[in-house]
């Protein structure tokens, strides 16, 4: 049953990562035929990274009253409404108001999965976990080439995505009572009232995670979407080297979680955030020193990519022991919205930086995400270190 439940688990966060790259693979034949100028995906991508926000704030209070299996059913059976409300829309405006549901659910379900895991399965089902996500962002990109040229349009793309959805939904809630046999184990149903926002803040080392993951997201989210364009307009490197190693970058998240499942539990959380930050800036320094050759500034994109591997996943899953299994519930929830945070509103930001003064301060920009990174999580080691010899 152990075994079960984990497979339904990877399951659901391969379809977590499958609707998170449909958007982009499909708007560019999207705005033409809904008759919206190109930037509006930008709308379409807020208001969802909005109501993630909303949904990781409120899991606490949601999971210990209906419980992970629960929230996690309800959660993927709203973004299958979302999807297929998506696939059938024929305006802006009704995209616009699905994506109000399909981030509620994403969020709920990203929140309470990770809490889980982390509570209950070891690290390296949290680095396969993650790895999982990944599978599911590099698919559904195929599910959207495949109805555009097939001629089935981008809405088949959407419909299709929302009917695996709605098998893991009736797989979800057919597997509720392997969720209840864990109960005895786990606080996230003890006490129904959860934490306030300020009494989570108020949790020693809880403000240094969170901008460690707001610095991560940040970083991660800024090194994908712009890699391409600094590499074409700064460095000088054709389009199709940089777009191949653009995808490379997240290619190298994705192995790099799968490895990293083999030496988690050798390693532990705290030295697999560290080392991964570390290989992050030095892959950076490999983007953004002036070397004559090309190779370098590309193999430095995989080499961030693969330090990112091991950052979220890690920090995840230390959060019970940072904080306490009774309010890991709530920390994750705020983890997850300042990572919203962070991978919403810091790309646009660099974009602004680019558009008017100069694309070459993307490793910058990268370098003091990595660096805010670095100092955060140490701190928060140094403050457990004291916590712990007092």
Known sequence: MYSLLLIIIYLAFISLGLPDSLLGSGWPVMYGELGVPMSYAGIITMIISGGTIVSSLLS??????????????????????????????NSFILLCLWAIPYGLGAGGVDAALNNYVALHYTSRHMSWLHCFWGVGTVISPYIMSFSLTRGFGWGMGY???????????????????LWSRRKTDSPEEGNARGLSLPQVLKIGGVKFVLLTFFGYCALEGTAGIWASSYLVQYRGIDSETAAMFASLFYIGITAGRFLGGFISERLGDKRLIRYGIVIIIAGVLLVGIP?????????????????CAPVYPSIIHATPDNFGKENSQAVIGMQMASAYVGSTFM????????G????????????VFAVLMLVMSESLNRY??????A
């Open 60 to 89: 606490d209070k949601m999971t210990r009253r209906l419980g992970a299996g629960l929230v996690t059913a309800v959660s993927v059976l709203m973004t299958a409404v979302a999807l297929f409300g998506f696939s059938i829309s």
């Open 159 to 177: 419909r299709s995505v929302a009917v695996v959805q709605m098998v893991l939904t009736v797989c979800l809630f057919l597997s509720l009572p």
């Open 291 to 307: 070397f004559d050759a090309d190779w370098p500034g590309l193999f430095g994109l995989i080499v961030i990519g693969l330090g």
């Open 347 to 354: 790309p646009p930001l660099f974009g602004l930086i680019a």
């Open 356 to 367: 008017n003064i100069s694309i070459g301060f993307y490793p910058l920009f990268l370098l």
């Open 384 to 389: 457990k270190a004291r916590r712990k010899a």
